[in-house]
């Protein structure tokens, strides 16, 4: 089983699936960085390429900072970190944001 | 598009749900409206500058203006619940963000028929949809599937009473996993495939369904759910995370 193939068996399987949770559940604090509620708005990952909503991608909010990963490929979509001096924002995995008019 | 600030929300009202959830109305004078199923984010700040935030689903319809009800459970060591629950009176003032969530959301323009299934309190964001289904008077036919410990752990049971006794297609079907009361005719086990296949078969193919409560409950609801034939854009969840924290 290559690398990925082992993260989304765990993903489905693992007991520490338990902890994840939805876009939704981080829709506020991505607002107060990206300026909108993003979590009904597709969003590409830059991995796999598959459009998904960002209120339905899985978050890890049990580490220090979100974790934001794509629910076809398991990679990591988008990261944000609360540091002493700011936010860091880590938006490699994220293709395209669509924001939607009006 | 509209930026999602923090604005102060003032205690209005208070009332216990059960021995552990009580509901908070929070008065908010510039409120823009929410839909069902959205939550907002609450944040407290201490002394020392060190702050927490939490989100809480939104239990009141859209009807209502200026004011949103949101339902908490007390979590046993929890930064925020506790203190709300012990701390906070009417007239008590809350920093609060939202109306957020753009997907877990339901109109009644969006029709049915709606299959909701809640554990614990994820039934708030669905007591949203189902308040709102009752004041828009339409009659889309709904089934709340509703898995709780105990009897007296039923959220909102008597409102939910008085909602399918309107005779307008609302159904509530309980499940309680810990413990019955004597003469129990409901249900008596943990959600499971069999059960769901029983609560959509009357709504037919075309159901929508909404899936909230804690994580491990979501993935057997919408992995089941798929398994039956529901297609996965119609299947809308919002996970809660791992059990009791």
């Known amino acids: ?102 | 598009m509209a930026s999602i600030g923090w604005q102060v929300a003032t205690v209005s009202a208070t009332r216990d749900e059960t021995s552990t959830v009580r509901s908070f109305t929070l008065g908010l004078p510039g409120w823009a409206g929410h839909r069902a199923g959205q939550h907002v984010d609450l944040r407290l700040t201490a002394e020392d500058g060190y702050s927490v935030e939490r989100s809480y689903s939104i239990a009141s319809e859209p009807e209502r203006t200026g004011e949103v009800d949101i339902t908490v459970e007390r979590i046993e060591g929890g930064e925020v619940s506790p203190f709300l629950h012990e701390v906070v009176v009417t007239g008590d003032r809350l920093e609060l963000r939202g109306p957020i969530g753009g997907y877990f959301v339901w109109e009644a323009a969006l029709g049915g028929p709606l299959l909701l299934v809640a554990g614990g309190s994820g039934v708030v964001p669905l007591m949203a949809m189902a308040r709102h289904r009752a004041r828009s008077g339409m009659s889309i036919p709904t089934r709340l599937l509703f898995s709780s410990r105990t009897y007296d752990e039923i959220i909102y049971r008597e409102e939910l009473d008085r909602l399918a006794a309107a005779g307008d297609g609302f159904e509530v079907i309980h499940t309680l996993t810990r413990q019955q009361p004597d003469g129990w005719t409901g249900l008596s086990r943990r959600i499971d495939e069999a059960m769901l296949a029983d609560a959509l078969e009357p709504l037919g193919a075309a159901a929508q369904a909404y899936a909230c409560g804690p994580t491990a409950l979501v993935e057997v609801v919408a992995n089941a759910l798929v398994r039956l034939g529901l297609p996965p854009d119609r299947i809308r969840t919002e996970r809660f995370g791992p059990t009791g924290t």
Not at chain 1, 57 to 83: F, K, N
């Open chain 1, 1 to 102: 089983m290559d690398e990925r193939a082992q993260r989304v068996a765990e993903m489905r399987d693992d007991p520490a699936g338990e902890l994840v949770l939805d876009g939704s559940s981080v829709g506020g604090a991505l607002a107060a960085l990206l300026g909108a509620d993003v979590t009904g708005m597709p969003g590409q990952c830059a991995s796999c390429h598959t459009v998904h909503l960002v209120g339905t991608m899985r978050v890890y909010t049990r580490g220090p900072g979100i974790v934001v990963r794509c629910p076809s490929c398991t990679e990591v979509v988008l990261r944000v970190v609360e540091t002493p001096s700011g936010t860091m924002v880590d938006l490699r995995g994220i293709a395209a944001l669509r924001f939607a008019r009006g």
